[in-house]
């Protein structure tokens, strides 16, 4: 066994990377533990990916503040300035501009390889973090001094605190005892890139319809990417359309006004479900990210609440290594969940309510439709969600 680390978290992908450098930053000692390949390189040039993540502004902020920023080139990250809703018919609409709050942008648009890869490039810039790849834990003994994790080739790890940051089918939250909520919202989401035959748009998109939204999201250069949700079926239908067939289904479906679609380049379909887990933190363990929580992506809000949790868990986490503490203890981890879960809570149920809204009954609808023109007049009370949903 090696000797005694003061962390080993369980999933290398970006919110595990992101917790891995915050505390190896400040020399905290850290294993990061990984099921699959580290990331590969991407070439200059080479398509996008189809898993696209808007980062807010705090999600950007963490990224600077642990190092990784820089190795995301600016081309391949996408600022947005705007975001609009409409409702159905695009009678009611409301929109947010960056310029309102005095910022220059809401946040990027970044492949999700993208975000991970410039994680783990930090990684490797800190002496204190340790990664293994193609590894898996079998076995999990918290105890009072510290917590042993098993892994598949027999090896054992020591370590202060164990974070389980290992996705939504999370081992380590099982492997912990950790039973979760589950709902399947019965939608299912098609993402498809595409090349527009606009240049570069600094909009996020989205409209409400009964089966669910859609939403245009721009990536650099005259390419963006649409989410499409809709039932299991036909969204499996859209998904088996050839190229073409898909971009004119594409066109006439969203309206004309965003611009016509040039290429459909990729595409692939999501289940939507949510999932939260009945506690986020155990005796020397805590939870992070997806293996704590998954949200509906409406809002793609899903990772900025993973991020955030990185954010919260190494600020208390480092504060009590600095302070010479245990920095798995009772209390560092408590803090975590104190200030996390209840701000999950509320991401969760805004999605919940606007899921209801826009695709329950009629009268439902209509109220949520009221609901975006009255928003749109609201002015201070406009900015005051906005800065909430870009976690400032
Ligand atoms: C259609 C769709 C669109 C979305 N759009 C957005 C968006 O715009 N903005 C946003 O903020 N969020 C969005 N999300 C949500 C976002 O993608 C997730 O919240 C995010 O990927 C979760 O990151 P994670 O690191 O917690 O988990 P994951 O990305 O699932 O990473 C888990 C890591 O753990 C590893 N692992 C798994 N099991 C083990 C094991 N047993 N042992 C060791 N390692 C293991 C995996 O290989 C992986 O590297 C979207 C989600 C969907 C479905």
């Known amino acids: ?31 990061l533990i990984e099921g ?45 300035r705007h975001i609009e809703a409409s409702d159905a018919a695009e009678r009611r609409h409301i929109r947010f501009s960056a310029a ?20 783990w490039q930090r990684l490797a810039e800190l002496p204190s ?14 105890g009072g001094q510290h917590a042993l994790v098993e892994l598949e080739d027999g090896r054992l790890q020591a370590a202060r605190l164990v974070v389980g940051a290992d996705g939504a089918g999370s081992r380590t939250r099982k492997l912990a005892g950790i039973a979760t909520r589950d709902a399947d919202y019965r939608q299912r ?34 390419h963006a990417s649409l989410v ?13 359309l050839d190229d073409e067939s898909l971009r004119q289904a594409v066109e006439a479906a969203f309206p004309a006004r965003l611009g016509g679609i040039d290429a459909v380049l990729g595409r692939a379909s999501f289940a939507i479900r949510r999932r939260h887990a009945e506690r986020y933190t155990r005796r ?25 949790d990185a954010a919260e868990l190494a600020r208390q986490v480092t504060a009590a290594h600095a302070a010479g503490e245990d920095p798995g203890s009772r209390q560092a981890l408590a803090a975590y969940a104190r200030i996390r879960r209840p701000q999950t809570l509320a991401m969760m149920a805004a999605m919940e309510t606007f899921h ?33 949903a870009l976690g400032i």
């Open 36 to 80: 699959g390949a580290p990331p590969a390189p991407i070439a200059d040039g080479e398509p996008f990916d189809l898993r696209v993540s808007s980062l807010n502004l705090a999600s950007q902020r963490l990224l600077e503040s642990v190092g990784a920023w820089p190795f995301i080139p600016e081309t391949r990250r996408c600022p947005f």
């Open 228 to 240: 499409w949700y809709d039932t299991d079926a036909t969204t499996r239908e859209r998904e088996a």
């Open 284 to 308: 020397r363990l805590a939870l992070v990210g997806d293996a704590a929580h998954v949200i509906h992506p409406l809002a793609g809000q899903g990772l900025n609440l993973g991020l955030q």
């Open 1 to 31: 066994m090696d000797e005694t680390q003061d962390a080993i978290i369980i999933g290398g992908g970006m919110v595990g990377a992101a917790v891995a450098a915050a505390l190896g930053q400040v020399g905290m000692t850290v294993t």
């Open 356 to 388: 209801r809204l826009f695709t329950g009954p009629a009268p439902l609808r209509q109220a949520g439709s009221a609901g975006l023109g009255v928003g749109e007049r609201l002015g201070i009370a406009k900015q005051g969600v906005m800065r909430r």
């Open 189 to 222: 989401a098609l993402i498809v890139n595409v090349r527009t035959c606009r240049p570069q748009q600094d909009v996020s998109w989205q409209r409400f319809t009964p089966t669910g939204p859609q939403a245009m999201l721009p990536l650099p250069g005259p």
């Open 100 to 119: 309102d709050l005095g910022l220059a942008d809401f946040g990027h648009f970044v492949e999700n390889r993208m975000i991970r890869r410039a994680l």
């Open 129 to 142: 973090v340790t990664t293994l790849c193609h590894a898996s834990p079998t076995a999990l003994i918290r």
